[in-house]
């Protein structure tokens, strides 16, 4: 089943796929659920997670102490003013002024604030239109027992987790502060980009 999943979002997204009855349905169905997203809050909690498979692949039980939630952010840059002065367009700095972090980052920060008590573990991207951009959050109770005693998580219990969000510590957090690379042209990146003198960006 999780590799249906898989393939279904992969290849049911794609240019080719676009004329291909088999995901007609799966495309249509998103759709609608897309119409009651846009109407509910911009964070909201799960029963559970609509990708099982990218869910289970970060670490994701259906256990007490796994909580998963779906959060809307809205897509672009940052949406700057006109000023009232004269200048030339160049000068503007309207277009183009993008922020130094990631919109999966600004959702899974806006989970937590949210979910105070949580910690986030993962997010993945879920669904997007014209307008927003969804992404399911999966969230850990650091001080429930059972998550205590789960060998696979129970790390996250450790203080020094606290707030990993906000430091850039889950794996979106990772991507965008350039630790995936490794070799020449990542010399900068360690241990953090602030220690190096931002000269890694």
Do not use: C
């Not at 559970?48 to 998963?68: C, E, H, V």
């Not at 922020?99 to 997007?128: D, G, H």
């Amino acid at each position: 089943m999780h590799r249906y999943l898989t393939e279904l979002y992969r290849e049911g997204l794609g240019k080719e796929a676009r004329d291909d009855p088999r995901y007609e349905e799966f495309r249509r169905l998103m759709v609608e659920r897309k119409i009651q997203w846009r109407k509910s809050s911009p964070v909201v909690r799960l029963e559970r997670p609509l990708r099982i498979d990218k869910a289970r692949r970060y670490g994701y039980k259906a256990k007490q102490g796994f909580i998963a939630a779906r959060a809307r952010v809205r897509k672009g840059g940052r949406r700057k003013s006109r000023p009232v002065k004269g200048r030339k367009p160049a000068g503007m700095g309207v277009k183009k002024i993008t922020p130094a972090k990631s919109i999966q980052r600004m959702a899974e920060e806006r989970t937590q604030r949210k979910f105070p008590n949580l910690e986030v573990l993962a997010s993945y991207w879920l669904w997007e239109d014209g307008q927003y951009k969804w992404y399911e959050v999966i969230l850990l109770d650091p001080n429930h027992p059972v998550i205590k005693k789960d060998n696979d998580v129970s790390w996250i219990t450790e203080k020094q987790h606290k707030g990993r969000v906000f430091r850039g510590l889950t794996p979106s957090g990772k991507k965008g502060r350039g630790l995936r690379k490794r070799g020449m042209g990542a010399e900068k990146l360690r241990p953090s980009i602030r220690a190096k003198g931002r000269r890694a960006k």
